[in-house]
Nanobody, 121 residues
Framework: QVQLVESGGGLVQVGDSLRLSCAAS??????MGWFRQAPGKQRTFVAA????????DYTDSAKGRFTISRDTDKNTLYLQMNSLKPEDTGVYYC????????????????WGQGTQVTVSS
């Protein structure tokens, strides 16, 4: 089972930027994604990237503000978040999957422990 460790969360102001990282212990997956869980709400899809060809997918609220990328040499996933809004607040989880259904949480087989992002107004 691949181990995923997120980092980079924190408390920021509206309009600030953050870059989240997710280090994977090894590569046994075909795509990785980021999900967000706000307090009292279900985990929702944010962005995903195909590890081999670099194809990406974003939820509508992330398009134009967030960029997902990966470093294949370091087995590390990133999420650059710009122009942050209060509604971006939540615990961000990275996940790894084998079947390209990036928006479906149940299709991911491995999850990190999450990193908290709080956007204050």
């Amino acid at each position: 089972q691949v181990q995923l460790v997120e980092s980079g969360g924190g408390l920021v102001q509206v309009g600030d930027s953050l870059r989240l990282s997710c280090a994977a212990s090894r590569r046994t997956y075909y795509y990785m994604g980021w999900f967000r869980q706000a307090p009292g709400k279900q985990r929702t899809f944010v962005a995903a990237i195909h590890w081999i060809n670099g194809d990406t997918d974003y939820t509508d609220s992330a398009k134009g503000r967030f960029t997902i990328s990966r470093d294949t040499d370091k087995n590390t996933l990133y999420l650059q978040m710009n122009s942050l809004k209060p509604e971006d607040t939540g615990v961000y989880y990275c996940a790894a999957g084998a079947n390209w259904l990036p928006t479906v949480a149940s299709q991911y087989g491995a999850w990190g422990q999450g990193t908290q992002v709080t956007v204050s107004s």
